[in-house]
Structures are given as structure tokens and as C-alpha cells.
């Protein structure tokens, strides 16, 4: 008997939960190109199971919080491995390969939305929604720390942690529950300098699964965040952010990291801005050397004064 070949479309995303995040309306847009659906590899499936055509296969992630996630997902992978193994098994399919990844070209930034389009030829209009944004909101504020990781090294994006501090002492005096947000381990991921005091919740050592923080940030009344997965977060779910910057501006620039279609985002920038691109550069993060007291504005304790929608920033150039 004879087998007619079978299209099988594999996708290899990249890894990170923000990452994802901001890949999915180009895996979206893969599956609207190739009626069979397409083969996803990644280690957060949670964030495709509104994409019908999406089958999720595992990754094999040394990284600690993403390997986690893996052990937890075990069935919303299951079915979408055996299948691509029957295919693969039989010898009749024809496979085309995506490798989706953020282009970094020596000379010039490009916004990751851009970059990622351009990684698979999407011409059509990028759009990083993930559900509905929250119809009513909790008087609650999402803190994420800076931390530092010693899988995989980048402290020179973190905010000064005196910052993180500062936001988490002002929304507690207007009377906001302030919910930190971290996924510690001794040895292998740390507070950046100190832990933040005071905050009213610490959930601090993943003790959140990536669907329940999800759940949390849409309907928390606003995040504070250093450049991380917070960001596409925020603007896929429309919750109001203040992001505050520390440097690496190279890869880390409101630019970059601001989708067309954002919403609410508020970018804070130490003065100069460090837009270099090493992970570890000791960059100048002193957002506001003279009110060291109150050095930062945050716009989203007003419920009755919603950030405005957000164009994309200014390019890199006009930062300094
Ligand atoms: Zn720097």
C-alpha cells in the first residue's frame, strides 16, 4: 500500500516564558498557513490552548523553570507526541522546519515583534493579545523583583532593587495589596543586591503555576516590573504597567520590547540610558538622582485615570 505524504509543519520556539509570550501570534499565524496545523516545541503549552491547530511537543530544557513547567504540562503534551511519532514512524511525511528567534543585527536594534516576523516571512499585523483584559480589577499591585540567575546570567537589565522597594512602599500607602512574584531556588535564582521588605504577599518560590500568575496579572490593577516576562504579559492581557529599566538598552530598550498594539505600559529610564548589549555590563541605572526619596512617578495608582494607549516609543537614539 502506498502512503501519500502527510505535511507536517514543526515549529522550534524559543524557551522562555516572555519569549512565548511574545511568539504567539506568529505561531497563530503559522497555523493559518498550513490547514494540517503545526507542531510546536515548547516548554509552556499552557499559552497555545487557544490555538486549535497548535500541538505542543516537549522540549528537552536544561533551564530550571522551564523544565519544571515540563513535568507539570505532561498532559497537554501527550497526545501531539505519539502522533507526530506515528507520522514519523511510517516515513510518509514531508517536514518543514521553523526556527523562531529574535535577530539581532550588529549596527542597528529591531523590535522583537519585528525580528520574530521577520524570522518566518508574517506580513500581516502583529497583535499580542492572550484572552480578554480583566471587566473589573483588584486593588492589588503585581511586584516582580529583580533577581539573578546563575543558569543564565543577566543583571545588567535589572532595575535598582531600591526602586522595586520604593513602588512597594508606595502602593502600600495608598492602600493597595502589593503581591511579589518570583520563582526562587538556593544557589540557582536570588534577590538582585536585597529581598524587598514589606510587601503585603510573597509568592516567591514558584509557588504560582505560570497559568495562575497569568490569571493574577489580569486582573491585579497594575504591575511593577524590571524587563522580563512582565512586560509582553502586560500588554498581551491590557494590564497597566510601570516597567522599570536598568540597562543592556541593546536588547532591552522600550523600543525593542513595546508591541505595536500595547497597551499601558509605562517605561521608566535611568538617565543616561545604557544601550549596550552585555548582559553583564555595569551599566548606570540611576533613574533620578535628585529626589532620592520619591524618585519615580507611578501613573497607575489613579483608577479613575487609565494609562493612555501607548504608541511605540522613541527609537533607541533619542534615549540619551
Ligand atoms: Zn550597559
Same mark, same amino acid.
Given at each position: 500500500m502506498e502512503l501519500k505524504p502527510r505535511h507536517v509543519v514543526v515549529?522550534?520556539?524559543?524557551q522562555g516564558l516572555g519569549d512565548n509570550i511574545y511568539q504567539r501570534p506568529v505561531v497563530r499565524w503559522l497555523?493559518?498557513?498550513?490547514?494540517?496545523?503545526?507542531?510546536? /516545541?515548547?516548554?509552556?503549552?499552557?499559552?497555545y490552548q487557544d490555538m486549535p491547530l497548535v500541538r505542543c511537543l516537549p522540549v528537552n530544557s536544561t533551564l530550571r523553570t522551564q523544565s519544571k513547567n515540563i513535568a507539570r504540562s505532561r498532559s497537554l503534551y501527550a497526545a501531539a507526541a505519539r502522533a507526530v511519532m506515528t507520522r514519523y514512524g511510517r516515513q510518509e511525511v514531508v517536514t518543514t522546519e521553523y526556527r523562531l528567534a529574535y535577530s539581532h543585527p550588529v549596527d542597528v536594534a529591531v523590535p522583537i515583534y519585528q525580528s520574530l516576523q521577520?524570522?518566518?516571512?508574517? /506580513?500581516?499585523?502583529?497583535h499580542l493579545a492572550?484572552? !480578554?483584559p480583566a471587566t473589573s480589577r483588584r486593588k492589588i499591585i503585581v511586584i516582580r523583583p529583580g533577581t539573578v540567575r546563575t543558569e543564565w546570567m543577566a543583571?545588567?537589565?535589572?532595575? /535598582?532593587? !531600591?526602586?522595586?522597594?520604593?513602588?512597594?512602599?508606595?502602593?502600600?500607602?495608598?492602600?493597595? !495589596?502589593?503581591?511579589v512574584v518570583a520563582d526562587m531556588a538556593p544557589m540557582l535564582e536570588v534577590y538582585a543586591s536585597f529581598r524587598p521588605l514589606g510587601a503585603s504577599t510573597y509568592y516567591e518560590n514558584g509557588e504560582l503555576s505560570v497559568t495562575e500568575v497569568i490569571e493574577l496579572v489580569r486582573s491585579a490593577h497594575g504591575v511593577?516590573?524590571?524587563?522580563?516576562?512582565?512586560?509582553?504579559?502586560?500588554?498581551?492581557v491590557g494590564t497597566p504597567a510601570v516597567i522599570l529599566h536598568g540597562g543592556a538598552g541593546g536588547y532591552n530598550s522600550?523600543?525593542?520590547i513595546t508591541a505595536p498594539s500595547a497597551i499601558a505600559l509605562h517605561h521608566v529610564l535611568p538617565r543616561p540610558y545604557c544601550l549596550c548589549r552585555d548582559y553583564l555590563h555595569n551599566c548606570h541605572k540611576i533613574i533620578d538622582p535628585l529626589t532620592p526619596s520619591r524618585p519615580i512617578r507611578f501613573p497607575i495608582s489613579n483608577p479613575h485615570k487609565p494609562l493612555p494607549l501607548n504608541p511605540l516609543p522613541p527609537d533607541p537614539v533619542s534615549y540619551q
Open positions: 515549529v522550534r520556539g524559543m497555523s493559518t498557513q498550513y490547514p494540517g496545523g503545526v507542531y510546536l /516545541k515548547t516548554p509552556w503549552p499552557q499559552l521577520q524570522s518566518v516571512g508574517m /506580513k500581516s499585523p502583529y492572550l484572552g !480578554e543583571s545588567a537589565r535589572n532595575p /535598582k532593587q !531600591e526602586y522595586v522597594q520604593a513602588a512597594i512602599d508606595f502602593f502600600n500607602s495608598q492602600g493597595f !495589596e502589593t503581591i511593577v516590573s524590571g524587563v522580563g516576562f512582565m512586560v509582553p504579559l502586560c500588554q498581551a522600550p523600543w525593542c
